[in-house]
């Protein structure tokens, strides 16, 4: 079985800038988040989705240097960006997350990637109730799930967050944690005191 992670990624943030290139260190926030990924045992391989815009060359770059693929489309239709970039891998199963969220737990990544298999549904995340911190958010879906909803999603708002179709229209799941508290906690990077707090 095959399974792909992708993750968004592009420096033109309104809040924060070019926040995924900031470091600690001698990483930058993209590279923690990456490295991160590398260590959940379920997953094949991984590829940063980006923009086509020049901005976003340093992306590709920082992509050359983690030895990860770098699948680069528009910057708006992001459903279109995640369905093209996993095409070409043809995977069986597709694990969606994004970059702001530096500190995402690898083995919260496969316990959801397993969970999706055995419960046989189309998608399943922790993020349709939220009792895992802000900033841990995993979603795993079917290729052919992907597939269907980038050949039937019309509303801008479905093409641009790539998974609402999949949520209205499929058989899912939520996965919860045993502790609701934890919604509470913030690790995820969206303004300049984000950043503090992670670093």
């Known amino acids: 079985m095959k399974i792909i992670a992708i993750t968004q990624a592009r420096t033109g943030s309104t809040r924060f800038p070019n926040k995924i290139m900031n470091k600690i260190g001698n990483e930058t926030l993209l590279s923690i988040h990456i490295n991160r990924i590398k260590k959940a045992k379920k997953i094949n391989s991984i590829i940063i989705a980006t923009t086509n815009k020049k901005n976003d060359d340093v992306i590709k770059q920082q992509a050359d240097k983690l030895n990860v693929n770098c699948f680069r489309g528009d910057e708006d239709d992001v459903l279109d960006r995640f369905y093209q970039a996993a095409k070409i891998h043809n995977p069986d199963y597709v694990v969606r997350l994004t970059s702001d969220c530096p500190l995402i ?10 969970t999706t298999i055995n419960s046989n549904v189309d998608y399943c995340s922790n993020t349709l109730i939220e009792s895992y911190p802000d900033g841990q958010d995993v979603e795993v879906f079917s290729f052919n799930s992907l597939k269907k909803a980038w050949e039937e999603s019309v509303l801008i708002s479905d093409r641009e967050h790539v998974t609402p179709y999949m949520k209205n229209n499929f058989k899912v ?8 508290k934890f919604n509470k906690v913030r690790m995820t990077v969206d303004e300049p005191n984000d950043f503090v707090v992670i670093k």
């Open 105 to 114: 737990d690898p083995s919260l990544i496969d316990m959801i990637i397993e």
């Open 173 to 180: 799941l939520n996965v919860h944690s045993n502790n609701m």
